[in-house]
């Protein structure tokens, strides 16, 4: 016997639910019973189609590594849910829908279901639209338009959060400061449009160079920073150094000329009881003194 009722009040909801039939014990939905007519607007699949919880994975997150995340996540919600003695657990998804379109949902469901037992109400809101603006929102905000690096406040976040980490954990991380040498002759004597494509150039080649985890900022106008997690004085130093050869290495050209820019580069790494401020100042003095010993040259 199912409540009719509510699944009549369920079908004219704007928002796609289902009403799943709990079979086992571990407070996972099962068989879908029910799905209203904003689930079948949206999302798509009939009864038929998702017959059990197994069914809806495969449908929902084709590709089976995403899947197993899903689930992990889906599973831990459910987990904390019921430790903080909450009534839903939620979480959001990127659903396949039968269309083949993939949207983002936010997906809540019961987990006491003391109202009706061996019952679950799965709702289903679609936040695709407002994630994607989200999403530009953000790129917009943490990179850098001209080369695509983060800009400064993105790395001023992530230098915090590093500073944050290495005053809770004590792992030491080292900051990378390039500044290309002589950018205004570049500048002067082939013009802006010129430099900014040596400055894209530059950009790339420090990002390849880059290990998965590193932070590649554009600081100022002709200045880059690298916020390197986990790392001390020799592995700083050596990729400072990998860097300082690979941009002498690059070949620019531009309107039939060939030339490669040189980098002039300081490297600070964290201290017990220094903070951001001053190990910015520790960086900046060692790029001093690399500008100072005659450019194209690494200091601490
Ligand atoms: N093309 C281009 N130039 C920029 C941009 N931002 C800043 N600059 C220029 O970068 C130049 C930086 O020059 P300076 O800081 O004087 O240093 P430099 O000529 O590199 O000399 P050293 O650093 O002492 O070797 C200035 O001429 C700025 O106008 C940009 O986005 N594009």
Known sequence: MYPTAIFEFLDVIPIPALAAE????????NHPRFLNAAFLAQIGYTLDEIPDIERWFEVAYPDPVMRAQVRQEWYQAIHESLAQGRQIAETS???????GQQRWFVVTAQVRPESMPNMHIVTFRDIHDLKMLSDENHFLSHTDQLTHVSNRRAGQQRLEAEHARFTQAAVPFA???????HFKSINDQMGHVCGDYVLRKIAETLHMHAGNLDEVVRWGGDEFLLVVPATGVEEAAALAEQLRMAVQSLNCSWEGQTFSPT????????????SVVALLKTVDAA???AKQQGRNAVCF
């Open 93 to 99: 998804a990127l659903i396949q829908c039968k269309s």
């Open 175 to 181: 900051l990378i400061m390039c500044d290309v040498d």
């Open 287 to 289: 790029l001093y003194a």
């Open 22 to 29: 709990m079979t086992g014990d571990d407070n996972s939905f």
């Open 263 to 274: 980098l002039s580069v300081g490297c600070a790494v964290s201290a017990p009881g220094q």
